[in-house]
């Protein structure tokens, strides 16, 4: 068969031609703000005509790669394929006892002697990393398992938090005995905060959750007899430790170990819910409403469950910050921080633990180690939730459901 | 007596601005049922478009009603060029998805822009020029601002011509034919793609307007007033009965009433919380909004 | 057959949606391990009716009774669509409403939630009665599966199957709630001869064994004619028929109905 070269310089033509418009479009877009800077002091115009050469270049690639991209989701060809290549290398992983215990020796070790590798400040961001790994957990339950769109999540991280500042300020209760009462609080919370939204469909419920969290931090901000206002509350204990003196550093080392096992704690107990009777109720709820009424579930108790339990795991790590930092304040429980953790559960895959572990530490670690690029952070948030929901709205890790259960033909293994 | 007549004013100019943008709201919602959240980001750059090109053309001696006028016209072209690309990009990839998936890649957008025009620009508050004058014969009358009239004038126009358009034009039926069942107007030969274009368009630019006025009457602007007036004017949408446009009108009216008296009467630090109130409220209690109806899922 | 109360008995439905009558004083009663058709021309107002026992819609007049052998006599006005099914009514829908992203085991484990009782604590700690509790889903999903053929779909995802085996994981399914009136909107739609014989041998396997009553819209006339005991018809919101298959294939005023005026019977 002859390759007619003519067709394919048209059809290369074609493609630049689409390219190019697309190019020029986005540079007439972005000229105003990307290459103009009004400088209010002098009254001049900084004229930034570089930032227009990128902008043009930028696009016109990116817009390559965009219609490749459309063209395969379009086919169809991303769903099967991803599915075949996790599908096999997750089975093989978790199969081949030779390959998997071996990672798992290693990466316990590495776990374990982390603090001792590397800085305290390294260390520091680990326990972030890991904060925001149970808060992903947390959330996951509510957004992934139950399909509830809660954008107000942050409030429950907050109650968390001030409940436990609040109560080692005025009396003087230590880290140990609020972390469950903190829990606690926080899931009545979400009840209190599921009883209205109900009745709300997708989009609502979503605005309505952003609207309490908004309120509850606008709260905290002007509430100044109850907590204390934008200055927030300083001097919260650090977890106890029953009488030992520690040094800051060796601080840092005891409230890491903390994290690992309750981040473990959270993994447990949240795959432990999701291959339960409650679990697969919260699932059905998200897949179809209709029918899961229909086949005897109770949407009003299961939904209430996924918002109190989900609500609990921020309550905990409320808890937790306030140990860490020693000192909140309301604006560290933005709109923002309830994206910024919803991005980690529609990143890693909805429903997905191991996937929320892995986008935790994508999203946390990632712009620590790219400093240079730390202001493009949320940028890239921004940009890449646009994206995964365009072309991997599974997520990264998790594809659809990869679960087996315990049956009496050829025995299928239980996996994560 | 006066402080109530200027309370009154107030919210009225506050509620015009929230019903500029809250029509952008209601028509993307009542075309593809979704939530544009980065809606409240075309208003914000609209209004720093604005700001820069008048920047730039008062440096060249530019200054009045023609200044208002030209900024005006390149901030309402640029927020409908930016509503469309947006649709292209994060919307129209989207429309056979599930629910979530387009709410969940609006938001990101409104993250990304937010975040653009921090980095292209500054997170500094910028001023904005007073461009409009102050009438001769409104010297005298102390509660209300010429800006404030101008405001109120521009938002009766527009929803005047925007609901002639929606009733009288050919496009302005086919996007009600689309809005009560895609499939069906797409059947009958209606450019569905080009329909929904349009409505981003003509909703990104009511809100580049609101953007301008709002502007110019405040005195300054930055990279996070989207997000808020963005929430708001949904509030507005949602409590007059989102679709529905003189719905959007009375809903901002409404919010802007509420939360003028509130402030004004008991307390200014809960600018806000009036505004969430209102909004958790409407939703939890009549979702319909005011001039809504309640619609059934049909099994 | 003794003569007891039917399982079901509506009294004088009647469903408004504003200014439009979408059922107008329905009587219908279905007998313990009966078989009962209702059919009618598309939009007569089947699916409004099963809607409306199920719980989905509020009715504006009328009485909904059922008396679940060996229980009391229950009203079930306003009772919510989760506790319908509690007491034992089970449907499944005339648009597959299967939960795509589970397996198939898993879409009939679900619907014995009503029939167990383990919570929270007990899918944390997994103690030995949730554990057990467990495995007799397991196990009772099985068999409900092997009963309607799809044992060898077990993990598949449901949005794999094909549609005919789609349609029987609803019946499975609905089964699972351990019913006593198995409501089928249009279990047959879609279906080639040979699935709906199959179909046909499945539904009266479902009767005989298990004892349940059946209530079907359908609208493939062959199997209604097959399975039915007794048949109601409607047209318009309106009760214009009921009796045997035999009076009901006589009966003029339902061959108006399908077919129209001008047509001469």
């Known amino acids: 068969m002859d390759i007619d070269l003519r067709q394919i310089l048209k059809r290369s033509a074609g493609e630049i031609g689409k390219s190019s418009v697309v190019a020029l479009w986005f540079m007439f877009l972005t000229f105003p703000i990307m290459v103009m800077k009004v400088n209010p002091l002098d009254k001049t115009i900084l004229w930034r005509w570089m930032n227009m050469a990128y902008v043009g270049i930028g696009t016109f690639s990116l817009s390559f790669i965009w219609r490749f991209l459309m063209e395969r989701k379009e086919m169809g060809a991303t769903k099967d394929e991803a599915e075949t290549w996790q599908k096999r290398a997750g089975k093989y992983i978790r199969s081949d006892k030779r390959i998997y215990v071996p990672c798992m020796i290693v990466l316990i070790i590495f776990a374990l002697y982390f603090p001792f590798l590397f800085s305290s400040y390294q260390t520091s961001i680990m326990i972030t990393a890991l904060m925001y790994v149970m808060l992903g957990l947390g959330l996951n339950i509510v957004v992934g398992l139950a399909g509830l769109l809660d954008l107000g999540y942050v409030a429950f991280y907050a109650v968390g938090a001030y409940f436990y500042a609040l109560t080692n300020h005025h009396f003087g209760l230590g880290f140990w005995g609020a972390l469950p009462l903190a829990g606690c609080m926080a899931a009545t919370f979400g009840i209190l905060l599921g009883f209205p939204v109900l009745r709300l469909r997708g989009d609502y419920l979503a605005i309505v959750t952003l609207g309490f969290g908004e309120i509850i931090r606008l709260i905290l901000e002007n509430w100044n007899e109850f907590s204390y206002g934008p200055s927030g509350i300083a001097g919260i204990s650090r977890p106890s430790t029953f009488g030992i003196q520690l040094t800051l550093q060796q601080h840092t080392i005891y409230l890491y170990y903390i994290m690992i096992v309750l981040v473990l704690f959270t993994i447990l107990v949240v795959s432990r819910l999701r291959n339960s009777r409650i679990g697969r109720a919260w699932i059905a709820l998200r897949e179809d409403e209709v029918a899961c009424q229909a086949m005897g579930i109770d949407k009003t108790t299961t939904k209430l469950t996924a918002f109190a339990l989900g609500a609990t795991w921020a309550g905990f790590v409320g808890c937790i910050l306030a140990a860490k930092t020693t000192f909140i304040n309301p604006a560290s429980f933005t709109f923002m921080e309830s994206a910024m953790i919803l991005s980690i559960v529609v990143l890693g895959g909805m429903g997905s633990i191991v996937g929320v572990v892995v986008g935790a530490f994508f999203l946390i670690l990632l712009p620590e180690y790219l400093r240079a690029f730390s202001q493009y952070r949320m940028l890239a948030f921004g940009a890449s939730m646009v994206l995964i929901m365009v072309f991997r709205p599974q997520g990264i890790i998790s594809g659809i459901r990869q679960r087996y259960e315990f049956h009496k033909e050829p025995a299928e293994e239980e996996s994560l | 007596m006066d402080y109530f007549l200027e309370l009154f004013f107030g919210g009225l100019t506050r509620g015009s601005i929230y019903a500029l943008i809250a029509l952008g709201y209601t028509l993307v919602y009542g075309i593809i049922e979704l939530i544009n959240f980065a809606h409240g980001e075309i208003y914000m750059i609209g209004a720093f478009t604005a700001l820069i090109v008048a920047s730039a053309l008062s440096l060249m001696g530019m200054s009045g009603w023609s200044l208002l006028l030209l900024c005006g016209i390149v901030a309402v072209i640029y927020s409908a060029a930016y509503g469309f690309t947006l649709e292209k990009i994060a919307y129209k990839p989207l429309r056979k998805a599930q629910r979530l998936s387009p709410l969940i890649s609006a938001i990101g957008m409104s993250i990304f822009l937010q975040n653009y025009v921090l980095l292209a620009q500054t997170s500094d508050f910028l001023s904005f020029p007073a461009l409009i004058k102050e009438f001769p014969f409104m010297d005298n009358i102390t509660i209300m601002r010429t800006s404030e009239l101008v405001i109120l004038i521009t938002t009766a126009v527009s929803t005047t011509l925007l609901t002639l358009f929606i009733k009288f034009t050919r496009m302005g039926k086919a996007m009600r034919a689309v809005a009560q069942d895609k499939t069906m107007a797409m059947l009958l030969g209606v450019n569905v793609n080009r329909v929904i274009s349009v409505t981003f368009i003509i909703g990104s630019a009511l809100a580049a307007v609101g953007g301008v006025l709002i502007s110019s009457h405040i005195g300054q602007i930055n990279f996070y007033i989207g997000f808020i007036a963005g929430i708001k004017a949904f509030t507005a949408a949602v409590l007059g009965g989102i679709g529905s446009i003189p719905g959007a009108v009375l809903g901002g009216m409404v919010l802007g009433w509420t939360e003028s008296f509130a402030t004004g009467y008991v307390s200014s630090d809960y600018e806000d919380v009036f505004a969430f109130g209102l909004l958790v409220f409407i939703l939890i209690f009549r979702p319909a909004g005011i001039l809504g109806r309640t619609s059934s899922e049909k099994v | ?265």
């Open chain 3, 1 to 265: 057959m003794t003569a007891s109360m039917p399982v079901l008995d509506i009294r004088e439905l009647t469903m408004d949606f504003g200014g439009l009558r979408a059922l107008d004083n329905i009587s219908i009663q279905v007998n313990r391990g009966e078989i009962v058709a209702l059919i009618g021309p598309n939009g007569a107002g089947k699916t409004t009716f099963f809607n409306c026992i199920t719980g989905m819609y509020e009715p504006t007049k009328g009485d909904m009774i059922i008396n679940p052998p060996g229980k009391k006599m229950q009203r079930i006005n306003r009772l919510k669509p989760n506790v319908v099914t509690e007491h034992g009514l089970a449907r499944t829908f005339q648009n597959i409403r299967l939960f795509q992203k589970m397996t198939v085991l898993e879409n009939v484990m679900v619907a014995r939630h009503c029939r167990t009782r383990s919570g929270i604590a007990g899918a944390i700690f997994r103690n030995e009665s949730t554990r057990r509790e467990e495995r007799e889903m397991v196990e009772f999903s099985y068999q409900m599966l092997e009963t309607v053929g799809l044992g060898r779909y077990v993990n598949e995802l449901a949005q794999e199957l094909p549609y005919g085996a789609q349609r029987r994981l609803e019946i499975a399914r609905a089964m699972a709630t351990e019913p006593f009136l198995l409501l089928l909107d249009e279990p047959a739609a879609g279906m080639n001869p040979k699935e709906t014989s199959e179909l046909d041998q499945l539904i009266t396997k479902i009767r005989d064994v298990k004892g349940v009553a059946i209530l079907l819209i359908e609208h493939d006339m062959k199997l209604v004619m097959s399975i039915s005991e007794r048949i109601y018809v409607l047209d318009y919101g309106q009760m214009i028929a009921q009796g045997t298959p035999r009076e009901i294939s006589d009966n003029p005023d339902v061959i108006k109905a399908y077919l129209g005026e001008a047509f001469d019977a």
